[in-house]
């Protein structure tokens, strides 16, 4: 493909509209054509004075592509040769769409406010700018920062940018330009920083940048370059970081003198391009660099000694390419690299000697490879390395002695080599690795010699594996463990009390059903979706090291909707509040503290709730027997139902603490109670969303502290406070709470039951019946065939419940 610039220098004085093209005052146009054809062919050809009659002839003709003009004569053609281009007849002129500007077209004199001098910042962003006359910043003397992102802006045209001998920071990206005037930066002798990220280039000329000798930073990534002139950076001499990413670079798009001038360049970015292999004429005269990214490519093939001269490289990415093998000499001369990524490639081979140079490197990342097994001497002189990542490749077995040089590794993953196995010494080595992850590798069992030398291992990940029993001679060489993640194994059997230092332990989603470790400094257990039947609750509380097990998560959470309307949050009931452990609080100090409470009369022998041998229905009948006896002696009987605004879920921690300790409950108990109260934060997961951590302040760890703490500043739920005036035609109390005035209601549920101010109880038997005859007619249609027995069973503990409370 042959290329051609041309320059048509065209002065149009006042407007014409042309199939609804404008131009005004066009001068100093340049076009890339950037295809030439297989033959000439001439439409027209006719004698004029006029330049401008020449272009419009060729605009009015739908088959015109270039014109020719020359000594009075007018040459239109719809196809031309390149062979056909003489360089003395200068105007020609490729017909491509013109863009209409149908935006804001700016000027030094229409925008009069322009012309203070001592403006350094000037924002023009998201104005709908399409097209910018030269010189209009001419009187901008003093601007340092000019963003002219997110417009229509199409062509720069030769001095567009005069005069702006401050200007550091110039933003052009997310515009629409396609071509650039030489001279469209002219002036511009202190830029710093370009940008033109989001457009529409597709040729960069050797000329476009001559004036930017201070650049520094160069960004023109999300474009359509194709093609690279030679020399195109020639004069950037003080440029560090040049971003050509996200374009349709190939190997053809750049000469041997693509990069020259680039000398003291640290940064080159050519991510996302169509790149299919490297060498050392790539990096010519780049000396100085520390970081090159190539992710996103197509590189098939680098060869020997392509970085051979890149001495102070630092950091080296060539993820997602399509790289097979690694051979010896690939990274030759990289003594300074510290950071290497090939993950996402095809590499199935690396040949012993291929990271023998590489003596700085810290992080080696080849996950998701074709990796099948790995040479003992691969890793021999990466002394320094402190992560290395091999997880999704094909490994298959970790030799005795891999890694038996890295006496400076943090951090290992083998995850997801489906079929790995371990052998006795593949960590030898690692003496001071604190995170190992051996994930989904389909493992039935670990050898306790398989983690041998590990003394310093900090965390270890063997989540969605097989494993279906677990003892202390596993991790018998793990004295240090502190967090161990099972997640989704099949593990029935669980027995890990030689691991005393764990503080973190997630067995979620596996079989188990008893839980009876004593992990005295075990602060986070999960144990979801696993069929619990019995929990230690010694667990939950160390005497032996003072230490209190901080989460416990034995479920998933639910919102509850619990009337009203949906969109007011108030009503959703609140996810608890309060951590599991509280509530497994509750099964071992209850009966005691609730005798306590009774031995002292602390609590009011009228209270029912959540007392024992006291239920709804007690309560319900000494309610009613009240009323009917004051009914009987001629006393009139006025009832106020109060609600209170979520009350158990509104119990403040603090003033519960207080009230407790005026009680006299004092000592260890009030300490082991205030540690799982204070201090807690929660969070709601809906899904994949998940909210902000927010300090708990409230709620109720058991039920009975709710009898101790509910008259003391718990709001009250206005709406559903009523009043109801039992029997009897007679004047009515108007009752308030502040100034809101009670509604009065002629039935109201009371603890299930619906209560009348006649006293009788048609609704309520009208209701359960109702209820039990839509069960049973659920049970009948649900089954074809039903014995006796079922039918009983199903009866008493489905229907005769609603017929027969409070009865």
Known sequence: MLFYLILINLIVQGSSNIKDHKFLKLDAFTIAIDVFDSSTSIIRQFTTNSKLLCLISCLKNSSCNFINYKKATCIIYSSLMFTNVKEENIWWFKYTKLEVCKGLRINSSSHSTWSNSSIITLNISLKSVC?????????????????????????????????????????????????????????????????????????????????????????????????????????????????????????????????????????????????????????????????????GNFIINIKSKTFNKLNSLELLVLQSNDLSIISNGTFSNLTRLTYLDLSYNEIFSI???????????????????????IGIDLFRTLTKLKHLTLHSNNLNQIENSTFLNLKNLDKLSLGFNLGLSLCPGSFIGLENIKNLNIQSNGLSRIDKESLRGLKSLDSLILSWNNLTVLNDSNFIYLTNLTELNLTRNFIKIINIQYLTNLKILDLQMNSITNFSQNLYNLEILNLNKNPIKYLNYSLIYSYKNN??????????CQINFVGGTKIESKNYRPVSLTSKVGKLMERIIRDELISYLLENKLIDERQHGFMPNKSCTTNLLEFIDWVTD????????????????????????????????SYGIVGEIFEWIKSFLLGRKQRVVLGDTVSNWEPVTSGVPWSNSFCLNANWSTELNLSKCKAMYICGNRVKNEYRIGSHTLKETTEEKDLGVIISNNLKWNKQCIVAAAKANRILGQINSSFVYLDRQIVRFLYTGLVRTHLEYAV
Request: a neutral charge.
């Open 547 to 556: 230490v209190m097990l901080q989460e416990l998560y034995l479920d998933e």
């Open 630 to 661: 004051e009914i009987d002696q001629g006393n009139f009987v006025d009832v106020i139902y109060t609600d209170f605004s979520k009350a158990f879920d509104k119990v403040s921690h603090q003033k519960l603490l207080v009230k407790l300790k």
């Open 131 to 295: 097209s910018i006359d030269p010189f209009t910043f001419k009187s901008l003397y003093s601007l340092r920062k000019l963003d002219l992102s997110s417009n229509l802006i199409w062509f720069l045209a030769t001095n567009t940018f005069s005069n702006l001998t401050n200007l550091s920071n110039l933003d052009l990206s997310r515009n629409k330009i396609k071509y650039f005037s030489n001279g469209a930066f002219n002036g511009l002798i202190n830029l710093i920083d370009l940008n033109l990220d989001y457009n529409q280039i597709g040729y960069l000329k050797s000329s476009y940048f001559i004036e930017l000798q201070s650049l520094q930073t160069l960004s023109i990534k999300y474009n359509s370059i194709f093609k690279i002139e030679d020399n195109s950076f020639l004069n950037l001499k003080n440029l560090l970081n040049l971003d050509l990413s996200n374009n349709i670079l190939s190997n053809l798009s750049f000469d041997s003198n693509c990069f020259s001038g680039l000398v003291k360049l640290h940064s080159l970015e050519l991510k996302s391009n169509k790149i299919q292999f490297l060498n050392r004429t790539f990096f010519k005269n780049l000396i100085m660099l520390k970081t090159i990214r190539f992710d």
């Open 351 to 373: 040949e012993n000697e291929a990271f023998s140079d590489l003596v700085s490197l810290t992080h080696l990342i080849l996950n998701h490879n074709k990796l099948k097994s």
